[in-house]
Each structure stands twice: as structure tokens, then as C-alpha cells.
């Protein structure tokens, strides 16, 4: 089986990834176990989806197999498991439209004028597109000093930060700057955290200060922030603080974009599946958090089995002669 350019451009491929985080890239693996080539598209700029982009150095601890396992060694890990098989990657690609051609295979193009012809369709899109929700003040020194991310830690170090949020974020973050950061301060509306309580728990044992009842009520700087405004929204006390870095953690808008117009069956901004991952649409599956069936658990190693799942099931509507269960990767020779 091939995965070819033909004249006019179009990608043939047996199997189209769309989505490249854990579940995404686990179903290249599975692709090329099965002896099926695989094509990856993802609109992010690079590999892993939500691990790489928003907690890259934060360890992860359900993981089968590992005690503990950081983002960035995990989403490694999966594209060195996959890179024998030689997916190939259309990065910072969404999308865009699904229509099945006259021998109704599915043909997917992307915003970026890419068009993928495949055998069959697994969606990875975790939740979708995710957009940070703004900092209402300050929005101006986004990437001088504000940020919704923390890939690379370094870059804080010995700087006076403001982490603003009460979810599992906001804390992960605090406690990841805390030890290399001059100074760090958590600032939360309320005094009641979405966090676990053993985060709590760890990020006051780092020595950091957690500001309740308040808001950053503006960002004051010249080149980049050099101080944070912090109000007390009962009081309506303001006071400043020095702040070289401010980490906004407020969650996040999750899109499914055009995938909303493709004719799949959605509940709740997911999309419905069977126990064999396939969608309403012929030759589509799904796996992953984007997808939705009774009892579902959203999960990065449930995702994992589901991703499977998808591709052999795949493999079966590509070949009709294969079986569904690809044997014991114990009896293979890599």
C-alpha cells in the first residue's frame, strides 16, 4: 500500500490522522503495525496537541507503565514509536473540509490548500480547537511578558511572577515556576480553587503567595511587564506588584470548527461513536476525547485503546479480508 502525490497534488494515503496528540499519534503507530501507510494533520505548528502546547514539562501519572512521565518525554516516546512506519505530518493544517469522492473514499482538504485522499479516517481532535480565555487587562503585552503557556520554563527563571487562575493550570504552573522563579504570586477571584487540593497543598509548601478575592486589574510596563495591578474585588484596594512574567491559566474556549459542518453526529460538541469508534459517515472513525459514547471516560490512556480500536476496525473497512484483531505485537518481527 502506497502513499503517493499524483499529478494533480492530491495525498493518497490508507489512513488520515486528523489531530496529532497522544491518541493521534498512538493511532500512526497502530497504522504501521497494521502494515498501512498514515498521513497526520494537525493545525498546531508541532507534535503532541494539548501536552505540547500547554503542559510540556508537567508530569503525568496515569499512564500505564510509568509512574510518573513528563508531557514532553511522553509525546517523544509516541512519535519515536510511530517514526518506523514513516507517518507522514501535515502540521499547522486544520481541517478544513471532508467530502467522499465517486469511489467513496474521503477526501480532506486543509486550509493551507492541502488535499489528502484516504482509505479511511480516524479524528484525534481531542477537544478541538482551544483558544485561552483573554486576561481582560493587559492583552497588549501578550508575548512581552504575559503568557497562556509555559513550554519552556528557562525562560522565567529569576523573575518576579504572577500566575493568575484556580484551576489544575494555574497551580501546575506555580509550583513548575516556583523553584527557579525570583518570586511567584497566584491571584484567584475567589477562595475556592477547581485545583486539586493536593496542589494547593503543594504549591503553599513552595513558599508561594496565593492572593484570593482579586484580580489583575492592569499590567504596567514600557517594553514588557514590569508590574501587575492587583485589586480586590470586594474591597476595590488596589496595590502593585513587581511582576516580570504573568502566566494567564483562566481555561479555555474549545471549538470543533469545521468539523461541525461535516454531517456527524455530535452531542454536546462530541462526536458520537460505536464500540467499534466509527462515526455516522462511511470510512470516518474517531477516538479520543472528542468522541462520545455512554459511560465514556476521557482519559489520555483510554484514548490510546480507542485510537486502536479505530485503526483496526479501519483496516477492515479498507481491506475486507483483514481481521479486526491484528494478532499480538509479541509474534511480530520489527
Not at 516516546?77 to 510511530?82: R, S, V, Y
Not at 500566575?163 to 484567584?188: K, Q
Not at 475567589?190 to 503553599?204: G, I, M, N, Q, W
Given at each position: 500500500?502506497s502513499?503517493?502525490?499524483?499529478?494533480?497534488?492530491v495525498?493518497?494515503?490508507?489512513?488520515?490522522?486528523?489531530?496529532?496528540?497522544p491518541?493521534g499519534?498512538?493511532?500512526?503507530?497502530?497504522a504501521g503495525?497494521?502494515?498501512?501507510?498514515?498521513?497526520?494533520?494537525?493545525?498546531?505548528?508541532?507534535?503532541?496537541?494539548?501536552?505540547?502546547?500547554?503542559y510540556p514539562?508537567?508530569?503525568?501519572?496515569?499512564?500505564?507503565?510509568?509512574?510518573s512521565?513528563?508531557?514532553?518525554?511522553l509525546?517523544?516516546?509516541?512519535?519515536?514509536?510511530?517514526e518506523p512506519?514513516?507517518?507522514?505530518?501535515?502540521?499547522?493544517?486544520?481541517?478544513?473540509?471532508l467530502?467522499?469522492?465517486?469511489?467513496?473514499?474521503?477526501?480532506?482538504?486543509?486550509?493551507?490548500?492541502?488535499?489528502?485522499?484516504?482509505?479511511?479516517?480516524?479524528?484525534?481532535g481531542g477537544v478541538?480547537?482551544f483558544?485561552p480565555?483573554?486576561?481582560?487587562?493587559?492583552?497588549?503585552f501578550?508575548?512581552?511578558?504575559?503568557?497562556?503557556?509555559?513550554?519552556?520554563?528557562?525562560?522565567?527563571?529569576?523573575?518576579?511572577?504572577?500566575?493568575?487562575?484556580?484551576?489544575?493550570?494555574?497551580f501546575?504552573?506555580?509550583?513548575?515556576?516556583?523553584?527557579?522563579?525570583r518570586?511567584v504570586?497566584?491571584?484567584?477571584?475567589?477562595a475556592?480553587?477547581?485545583a486539586?487540593?493536593?496542589s494547593v497543598?503543594?504549591?503553599?509548601?513552595?513558599?508561594?503567595?496565593?492572593?484570593t478575592?482579586s484580580?489583575?486589574?492592569?499590567?504596567?510596563?514600557?517594553?514588557?511587564v514590569?508590574q501587575a495591578?492587583?485589586?480586590?474585588?470586594?474591597?476595590?484596594?488596589?496595590?502593585?506588584?513587581?511582576?516580570?512574567?504573568?502566566?494567564?491559566?483562566?481555561?479555555?474556549?474549545?471549538d470543533?470548527?469545521?468539523?461541525?459542518h461535516?454531517?456527524?453526529?455530535?452531542?454536546?460538541?462530541?462526536?458520537t461513536?460505536?464500540?467499534?469508534?466509527?462515526?455516522n459517515?462511511?470510512?470516518?472513525?474517531?477516538?479520543?476525547?472528542?468522541t462520545?459514547?455512554?459511560?465514556?471516560?476521557?482519559?489520555i490512556?483510554?484514548?490510546?485503546?480507542?485510537a486502536?480500536?479505530a485503526v483496526?476496525n479501519?483496516a477492515?473497512?479498507?481491506?475486507p479480508?483483514?481481521?479486526?484483531?491484528?494478532?499480538?505485537?509479541?509474534?511480530?518481527?520489527?
Amino acid at each position: 500500500m502506497s502513499q503517493l502525490t499524483d499529478e494533480t497534488g492530491v495525498l493518497s494515503t490508507d489512513v488520515l490522522i486528523i489531530g496529532a496528540g497522544p491518541a493521534g499519534l498512538y493511532g500512526a503507530y497502530y497504522a504501521g503495525f497494521r502494515g498501512l501507510t498514515v498521513t497526520v494533520m494537525d493545525v498546531l505548528p508541532q507534535l503532541g496537541g494539548q501536552i505540547s502546547a500547554m503542559y510540556p514539562e508537567k508530569p503525568i501519572f496515569d499512564i500505564a507503565g510509568f509512574l510518573s512521565v513528563r508531557g514532553r518525554d511522553l509525546v517523544d516516546g509516541l512519535i519515536a514509536q510511530a517514526e518506523p512506519y514513516s507517518p507522514r505530518f501535515l502540521l499547522g493544517h486544520r481541517a478544513a473540509e471532508l467530502t467522499h469522492g465517486a469511489d467513496g473514499l474521503p477526501v480532506v482538504r486543509s486550509d493551507q490548500g492541502a488535499t489528502v485522499r484516504a482509505r479511511a479516517v480516524v479524528i484525534t481532535g481531542g477537544v478541538g480547537t482551544f483558544t485561552p480565555r483573554p486576561l481582560p487587562a493587559g492583552e497588549e503585552f501578550l508575548g512581552r511578558g504575559l503568557a497562556y503557556f509555559v513550554p519552556d520554563p528557562s525562560v522565567h527563571a529569576d523573575r518576579d511572577v504572577v500566575v493568575v487562575g484556580g484551576g489544575d493550570s494555574a497551580f501546575d504552573w506555580a509550583a513548575l515556576l516556583a523553584p527557579i522563579a525570583r518570586s511567584v504570586t497566584l491571584v484567584h477571584r475567589t477562595a475556592r480553587f477547581r485545583a486539586h487540593a493536593a496542589s494547593v497543598e503543594k504549591v503553599l509548601d513552595l513558599g508561594v503567595e496565593i492572593v484570593t478575592d482579586s484580580e489583575v486589574s492592569r499590567l504596567i510596563g514600557t517594553d514588557r511587564v514590569e508590574q501587575a495591578e492587583i485589586r480586590h474585588r470586594i474591597t476595590k484596594e488596589t496595590r502593585r506588584i513587581p511582576a516580570g512574567t504573568v502566566v494567564t491559566a483562566l481555561g479555555f474556549l474549545a471549538d470543533l470548527g469545521p468539523l461541525q459542518h461535516w454531517g456527524l453526529d455530535l452531542n454536546a460538541r462530541k462526536i458520537t461513536v460505536d464500540t467499534r469508534m466509527a462515526t455516522n459517515l462511511p470510512r470516518v472513525f474517531a477516538a479520543g476525547d472528542i468522541t462520545d459514547y455512554p459511560g465514556k471516560i476521557r482519559l489520555i490512556s483510554v484514548g490510546f485503546g480507542e485510537a486502536a480500536t479505530a485503526v483496526n476496525n479501519a483496516a477492515t473497512v479498507i481491506d475486507p479480508e483483514a481481521a479486526p484483531f491484528p494478532g499480538h505485537s509479541t509474534e511480530k518481527e520489527h
